[in-house]
């Protein structure tokens, strides 16, 4: 799910958008993108948030042009051998003040969440 907010028309409007990135075939990945509004929400309410999220990310939105060359070197780079190399934040130590749940470290770009989801799924993989 992606919620944004923007000014639009003299007036803050959200939308929220889903995605499901499909792959169909070696090198090929289909991109279904939803828009998403409340089902009670007031007719002028749904318009100006369709307007907003055609604008910004819909086929040739501001902020999707410059993203379909990222979308094709993506799938680019998952052709074998995929060398995957997690060290941003690696030797860092989590924050032990954290009163939890889960692991907090300090500062704001880490890839402990891919290593981490990588270590779950080797554990996954080789468990009994």
Not at 32 to 47: T, Y
Not at 64 to 87: A, C, G, L, M, S
Not at 101 to 110: E, L, S
Request: with cysteine.
């Amino acid at each position: 799910f992606l919620i944004s907010e923007y000014w639009f028309k003299g007036e803050k409007v959200s939308f929220t958008t889903l995605r499901l990135w499909q792959p169909v075939a070696p090198g090929k990945i289909e991109v279904i993108s939803w828009f998403l509004v409340e089902k009670n929400a007031p007719e002028k309410w749904r318009e100006l948030s369709r307007q907003v999220y055609i604008l910004n990310f819909g086929s040739s939105g501001v902020f999707e042009q410059d993203d379909t060359e990222n979308w094709h070197n993506i799938t680019n780079n998952q052709r074998p051998p995929i060398n995957f190399k997690y060290v941003m934040g690696l030797g860092d130590q989590p924050l032990e003040k954290f009163t939890g749940p889960g692991t907090v470290y300090d500062g704001k770009w880490r890839e402990a969440n891919a290593r981490n989801f990588f270590q779950w799924w080797l554990d996954c993989m080789t468990a009994e």
